[in-house]
């Protein structure tokens, strides 16, 4: 894996994807996308800043060569957004349209952040949305589309999220007391996320996987992002 490209790279599972891809030792070239400044830079990331995230798409087409892979951890909150409208318009449509633009590129291998037990029957918005959006982008028919399933997300977050920070407590609590067999099954650390995206786009680069859709589950997250990096 030569170049990628990556969306939400400044939030908690993108930030991880960002420094598993600084860390392979193969030093592929890093197309970052942000509205803001990265945290971390190398030599070999390519920090792309643009506040007005409807440029993104283009700003994805217009790189050269076009990356082998990219990966999406775009996401925000009804809370962030103001609205559950105005979240739909980054969680789903930006999102799509980013697929395209990536598919429209000649980008071999797409690779998106979703969440477990998501579905389009769904009477929960936020749920349909997310199944919405998996069943957009295989349609794409990319020639590797790539959809990691977490459960809860445990790390830090900058934005405060006050029931999901007492389950990421007592997920932290379990997961050291059982070296993770008490939380693998319902969360993973983002870290272990953003490494299990890694692995899984270096498998379908280097022609490990068959062509088509790819669902990562929590079990192969935990798997991919635990074996060694590269």
Same mark, same amino acid.
């Given at each position: 894996? *030569?170049?990628?490209?990556?969306? !939400?790279?400044?939030?908690?599972?993108?930030?991880?994807?960002?420094?598993?891809?600084? @860390?392979?030792?193969?030093?592929?070239?890093?197309? @970052?996308?942000?509205?803001?400044?990265?945290?971390?830079?190398? #030599? *070999?990331? *390519?920090?792309? %800043? $643009?506040?007005?995230?409807?440029?993104?798409? *283009?700003?994805?087409?217009?790189?050269?060569?076009?990356? $082998?892979?990219?990966?999406? @951890?775009? !996401?925000?909150?009804?809370?962030?957004?103001?609205?559950?409208? &105005?979240?739909?318009?980054?969680?789903?449509?930006?999102?799509?349209?980013?697929?395209?633009? &990536?598919?429209?590129?000649?980008?071999?291998?797409?690779?998106?952040?979703?969440?477990? &037990?998501?579905?389009?029957?769904?009477r929960f918005p936020y749920s349909k949305m997310k199944a919405e959006l998996e069943d957009a982008v295989k349609a794409l028919e990319i020639p590797h589309t790539v959809i990691l399933k977490p459960g809860l997300l445990v790390g830090q977050?900058?934005?405060?999220?006050?029931? $999901?920070?007492?389950?990421?407590?007592? &997920?932290?609590?379990? !997961?050291?007391?059982?070296?993770?067999?008490?939380?693998?099954?319902? @969360?993973?650390?983002?870290?272990? %996320?953003?490494?299990?995206?890694?692995?899984?786009? %270096?498998?379908?680069? $280097? !022609?490990?996987?068959?062509?088509?859709?790819?669902? %990562?589950?929590?079990?192969?997250?935990?798997?991919?992002?635990?074996?060694? #990096?590269?």
């Amino acid at each position: 894996m *030569n170049s990628t490209a990556l969306v !939400g790279c400044t939030g908690l599972v993108g930030s991880q994807i960002l420094s598993a891809l600084q @860390a392979l030792p193969q030093k592929p070239t890093i197309h @970052a996308i942000a509205r803001r400044e990265l945290s971390s830079a190398t #030599p *070999n990331t *390519n920090s792309i %800043i $643009e506040p007005d995230s409807a440029k993104w798409p *283009n700003s994805l087409q217009t790189l050269a060569p076009t990356p $082998e892979v990219f990966l999406s @951890a775009l !996401g925000t909150t009804r809370a962030q957004a103001g609205s559950f409208e &105005a979240q739909r318009k980054i969680d789903y449509d930006l999102n799509l349209a980013l697929a395209k633009a &990536a598919k429209d590129s000649g980008v071999k291998t797409y690779v998106l952040i979703s969440s477990a &037990a998501v579905s389009s029957k769904s009477r929960f918005p936020y749920s349909k949305m997310k199944a919405e959006l998996e069943d957009a982008v295989k349609a794409l028919e990319i020639p590797h589309t790539v959809i990691l399933k977490p459960g809860l997300l445990v790390g830090q977050r900058q934005d405060l999220r006050l029931a $999901e920070s007492v389950l990421r407590t007592v &997920a932290r609590g379990l !997961g050291s007391i059982s070296k993770g067999w008490l939380t693998d099954w319902w @969360a993973q650390d983002a870290d272990v %996320i953003g490494r299990a995206a890694v692995a899984a786009a %270096i498998e379908c680069a $280097e !022609g490990k996987r068959a062509k088509g859709v790819w669902i %990562i589950g929590q079990s192969d997250i935990v798997r991919l992002g635990r074996q060694p #990096p590269g």
